[in-house]
């Protein structure tokens, strides 16, 4: 497994697997890897393509009291990982070489409609921030298909959204949550959690299952469901951000005529902020 420090580095090689008739799968990260991680890695073996993982913890996505400079960083325990589930090339760049004017006055990118609400609310300036730097890495990696895990759903719209508007030629993947035993949807974050905590983190996916079933068993009183989730959430001993359905496509409010939906949830325990989704179906429902 390569790894390159430098966009100049790492174009020099891309362009040797250009030459050969090689496809390119990219595989965003900010490192700290887990089995979630390494799944997205295994999918882009899957196509058959040259895998590059990048892990760079992105200064512009995180709020100025949010959780940048203790977010973890375990790179040579990331590299091993990623050695052994097969990947080509890990990119490891520097702030200063993603943003080599600064990241204060970098050009940022706002994707409408998707960013609004949830956590595009709850942490103003965020998805600009993804936005950005997906976009960058698009042009330094210059990849065929990009992977992402479907845990952040609202993010994988965005950069959906993203490709679109901006006419990446960019096949975008969305691949399933992985989860623990109990339900927890994988995070680098859970390593915040204390051993109290982490026995109480399952009731966020259970709760959001509670609240599938009933859409699915008919009910569409869809805003009394969301506040029966939260209070569902207060009473496991979190702190709850939202709990929203929305359409699965748009992030918008569902009508009568939206038959494909997504349940989107965050919480914090402690100082720990975990976020969840699932999907449901309405089609033959009735």
Known sequence: MFQ????????????????????????PTMG??????????????????????????????????????????????DCRQLREAGADAVFTPSVAEVYPGGH????RIEVPQVSEGMCGAARPGHFAGVATVVAKLFNMVQPNVALFGCKDYQQLQVIRRLVRDLCFP?????????????????????????????AQASM????????????????????ALEQVAMARLAGAGFAPEYVCVRDAVLLAVPTAADDELVILAAARLGNTRLIDNLTVSLRHKG
């Open 4 to 27: 390159f420090d430098t966009v100049a580095e790492l174009r020099a090689w891309v362009q040797g697997c250009r030459q050969r008739g090689e496809r390119i799968a990219l595989v």
């Open 32 to 77: 700290n890897l887990h089995a979630g991680h390494i799944k997205l890695v295994t999918e882009a073996r899957a196509l058959g393509a040259r895998v590059v993982v990048s892990i760079f913890v992105n200064p512009t996505q995180f709020g100025p009291n949010e959780d940048f400079e203790r977010y973890p960083r375990t790179l040579d325990e």
């Open 104 to 107: 204060q006055v970098v050009t």
């Open 170 to 198: 960019i096949e975008i993947i969305g691949v399933p949550t992985v989860r623990e035993t109990d339900g927890l949807a994988m995070s680098s974050r859970n390593g915040y959690l204390t051993a109290e905590q982490r």
């Open 204 to 223: 966020l996916y259970q709760i959001l299952s509670e609240t599938r079933a009933a859409i699915a068993g008919g009910s569409r009183e869809y805003a």
